[in-house]
């Protein structure tokens, strides 16, 4: 089966931390996406990785191919970074196509000033 | 258009009624993705297509759900004999190539009374 556990499942930070949040998944990907949902419910894309390390403002994603593992950090945390951040993986099928997108139930992250 | 249209925003129906679910991608996006929300929970994949073909509808929760992008544009999603426990965040996204960056829709927020 494939699966996608995130942790942890909740998150309470004060203004200025350093977060991470982890994804591990249990087959080989095509591509894993980092997401953020605000408490409006929208959805937007923060990164989509397939492998290294990718960094946009105060956002670094890494994913270790071989450990089947990625993290988000937030560095300099602050309280409009509260949110669900939510993993999602495309897992790799043979012959080239892509498989379908399995979502992780999320990390709820709340930032106090 | 300039982003992943979802209509209606809201549908409030009765038990045993069909409902069809409308996603109009980002213009050229080839891959077209179903999804659902529960409240507090984290997305459900359903189905998704790239082009025209539904390439994956393991997600699908029973045969009273079927989805169909006919001229690999424009996507419905139908639930025939809705019950309540069909109730949720009916969401779409959209990418320009089958492993590329997610963009969402702002979703459907389907209640069966």
């Known amino acids: 089966k494939n699966e996608v556990e995130q942790s942890p499942q909740n998150l309470t930070a004060q203004e200025g931390e350093f977060i991470t949040i982890n994804c591990s998944y249990s087959?080989?990907?095509?591509?894993l996406h980092w997401l953020q949902q605000h408490p409006g419910g929208g959805i937007v894309s923060l990164f989509m990785l397939s492998s290294g390390k990718k960094k946009h403002g105060r956002l670094i994603a890494t994913i270790n191919i071989q450990e089947k593992h990625s993290s988000l950090h937030i560095t300099a945390s602050h309280p409009r970074d509260s949110a669900v951040y939510i993993c999602?993986?495309?897992?790799?099928?043979?012959?080239?196509?892509?498989?379908?997108?399995?979502f992780g139930k999320g990390t709820k992250l709340s930032v106090k000033p | 258009g300039a982003g992943v249209s979802q209509s209606p925003r809201y549908k409030v129906t009765k038990r045993g009624q069909d409902v069809a679910l409308r996603c109009d991608p980002i213009s050229g996006h080839v891959s077209l993705y179903w999804y659902r929300q529960a409240l507090g929970q984290g997305p459900e994949f359903l189905t998704y297509f790239n082009y025209e073909a539904q390439q994956d509808k393991s997600g699908l929760p029973n045969d009273r759900f079927s989805a169909e992008r006919p001229e690999g544009s424009i996507s419905t999603l139908t639930i025939q004999r809705t019950e309540q426990r069909d109730s949720a965040m009916y969401r779409c996204?959209?990418?320009?190539?089958?492993?590329?960056?997610?963009?969402f829709g702002e979703g459907s927020r389907l209640t069966v009374l």
């Open positions: 996204a959209s990418s320009l190539w089958s492993a590329g960056e997610l963009f």
């Open positions: 087959v080989g990907i095509s591509a």
């Open positions: 999602a993986v495309r897992f790799g099928y043979d012959g080239g196509s892509q498989g379908n997108l399995i």
